[in-house]
């Protein structure tokens, strides 16, 4: 399988996007891969898939290599004797944060009629937003994690108890996430929490609460990763996630009962449904008192989540061959013709 592997972007979460691609090239050995990153300023680089390493990025060294443009059906680099369509079966979205979570990637590759691998423009916006999450969960009959919003000029007050912790609600990898304890921590909490985003989700910290994240698409049938109970300190943080994402060899099963993984597969699947078809998400669950909580939605989880399926590779390309498509509308300007006929004009 040729596969396509977009990423970087303008992003706080730029840097796990590298670290995300550069695992692909350990997890996907059977399939031939072409890299073309995303600058910080939005350009296009065809990256050599031999050379692809973190000092590649992190020294500019990237700009040396072929910039694409794109034109209907895909990426070209330009020549003296013509474009050069770079060739491509699907294109795999591995852009975390902004560009790639929000939908932008997504409406990009719609436009140019690109088979491509990602949430869709809808899924995007409602996974993106973690108080969007919340209402979708809600009207899908998935319980969430309680929650306060608080927007930048909102006064500086929440009703829930202590202790609590403050999330950017358009923001992963535990970026401005902190835990508040006290009162008098607050303003702190979310003066750094606002360094990123205008617009904050306060949730009740649970010491020592069960967490565990499920996996999975839908092809022609369900396709259900493992669950995984992520070791953890209190909480994931930015560093233990950065290490995560890096992941290429399959984790344990969590020990829990079948009960229990049934509920939390069949609420995967609701929040899944119809609306993430084409993509590979992750869900992250609570267990609190025997009742399962949705904590977040990966709409492009770390590394994919490779880590939590038997045969990543195997998978992906049975995706790849059941990826929704929009229908072909055909404008005939009948209208206008029955206008212009009315007015007794050719």
């Not at 396709?223 to 300190?233: A, D, N, T, V």
């Not at 929040?271 to 267990?287: E, M, N, W």
Request: with cysteine; net charge negative.
């Amino acid at each position: 399988m040729n596969i396509t592997i977009l990423f970087g972007g303008s992003s706080f979460e730029h840097e796990i996007s590298i670290v995300s691609a550069i695992t692909m090239k350990k997890v996907l050995k059977n399939s031939s891969l072409t890299y073309i990153f995303v600058s910080s300023d939005r350009k296009f680089y065809l990256i050599d898939t031999d050379k692809i390493n973190s000092k590649l990025f992190s020294s500019g060294e990237y700009k040396k290599s072929k910039e694409l443009v794109l034109k209907q059906g895909g990426f070209y680099s330009l020549g003296m004797f013509g474009d050069k369509k770079i060739e491509s079966e699907v294109t795999l979205n591995l852009i975390h944060g902004r560009d790639g979570e929000d939908g932008k990637m997504a409406s990009m590759m719609e436009f140019y009629d690109m088979p491509y691998i990602s949430p869709r423009l809808e899924a995007s916006a409602l996974s993106y937003n973690k108080l969007y999450t919340k209402f979708l969960a809600q009207n899908l009959g998935v319980k969430t994690v309680p929650y306060e919003h608080l927007s930048m000029n909102d006064k500086r007050k929440i009703s829930m108890a202590y202790p609590v912790i403050i999330k950017p609600v358009c923001l992963g990898s535990s970026i401005g996430v902190s835990i508040v304890r006290e009162a008098k921590d607050l303003d702190y909490a979310l003066d750094v929490a606002f360094e990123y985003d205008n617009d904050v989700i306060v949730e009740p910290f649970i010491e020592g609460v069960k967490e565990f994240n499920q996996a999975g698409c839908f092809t022609s049938k369900w396709e259900l990763s493992i669950i995984e109970e992520p070791q953890k300190e209190e909480f994931l943080d930015f560093e233990k996630k950065y290490m995560d994402f890096s992941r290429d060899s399959q984790v344990l099963s969590a020990d829990i009962s079948d009960t229990l993984a049934l509920q939390i597969q069949e609420s995967f699947k609701s929040i899944y449904g119809t609306l993430f078809k084409g993509s590979i998400i992750r869900c992250d669950f609570f267990v609190v008192d025997g009742e399962v909580l949705l904590n977040e939605i990966n709409p492009i989880p770390g590394s994919m989540a490779n880590y939590l399926f038997e045969d990543f590779e195997v998978m992906l390309g049975r995706l790849s061959q059941n990826l929704p498509r929009e229908s072909a509308i055909n404008i005939d300007y009948k209208y206008i013709h029955s206008i212009q006929s009315a007015k007794g004009k050719a």
